[in-house]
T-cell receptor, first 113, second 113 residues
Framework: GEDVEQSLFLSVREGDSSVINCTYT??????LYWYKQEPGAGLQLLTY?????DMKQDQRLTVLLNKKDKHLSLRIADTQTGDSAIYFC?????????????FGQGTTLQVKP | DAGVTQSPTHLIKTRGQQVTLRCSPK?????VSWYQQALGQGPQFIFQ???????QRGNFPDRFSGHQFPNYSSEQNVNAVLLGDSALYLC????????????FGSGTQLSVL
């Protein structure tokens, strides 16, 4: 079945780049997403990429997609303490109907001053 | 602002009771999806409503049911709650069928004692 996997924890120093990785199994994925969740809060949509793209940049965020290896990454440039949160990768394989996403377990990003 | 309000923010129930959770999208967001997020896990898809009908359903028992009203707001009911139903319940909205974006509310934290 569909599955999304992420490493559980990443620690970086303030000002460094962070790279969070994700793998997925569903080759029919149409969109892939990155969400951020801060303690006690819902999920904030950071960015997403269509499966026919291999890169998307949005300010400090860069998403790379390797469709052949089913690997997605999120790079955060100049990481700040405010970036400390849990980051979720998710995929949608229902074209035209985005309601059902399959999420990974989340990667906790710790940013040290 | 994700454009979706959930209530209540917290709920405490004892085993066997019924719960009702509410989700109110702002106008123009007509597809509502519900997710369950257990502690330390990624969200899991429960079901989706569009035009007042359940369109998709995840792997959840019939104790979990929902409804969508003509103004697009939605309720989720959980009958005979179990300890394992303790989780954050998230409502997510899409600005119409075919949209690739999914925005989440802040959730309702359900604790079952």
């Amino acid at each position: 079945g569909e599955d999304v996997e992420q490493s559980l924890f990443l620690s970086v120093r303030e000002g460094d780049s962070s790279v969070i990785n994700c793998t997925y199994t569903d080759s029919s994925s149409t969109y892939l997403y990155w969400y951020k969740q801060e303690p006690g809060a819902g999920l904030q949509l950071l960015t997403y990429i269509f499966s026919n793209m291999d890169m998307k940049q949005d300010q400090r965020l860069t998403v790379l997609l390797n469709k052949k290896d089913k690997h997605l990454s999120l790079r955060i440039a100049d990481t700040q303490t405010g970036d400390s949160a849990i980051y979720f990768c998710a995929e949608s394989s229902h074209s035209g109907n985005t309601g059902k996403l399959i999420f990974g377990q989340g990667t906790t990003l710790q940013v040290k001053p | 602002d994700a454009g979706v309000t959930q209530s209540p923010t917290h709920l405490i129930k004892t085993r066997g009771q019924q719960v009702t959770l509410r989700c109110s999208p702002k106008s123009g967001h007509d597809t509502v999806s519900w997710y369950q997020q257990a502690l330390g896990q990624g969200p899991q898809f429960i079901f989706q409503y569009y035009e007042e009908e359940e369109r998709q359903r995840g792997n959840f028992p019939d104790r979990f049911s929902g409804h969508q009203f003509p103004n697009y707001s939605s309720e989720q009911n959980v009958n005979a709650v179990l300890l394992g139903d303790s989780a954050l319940y998230l409502c997510a909205i899409s600005p119409g069928q075919g949209s690739e974006k999914l925005f989440f509310g802040s959730g309702t934290q359900l604790s079952v004692l």
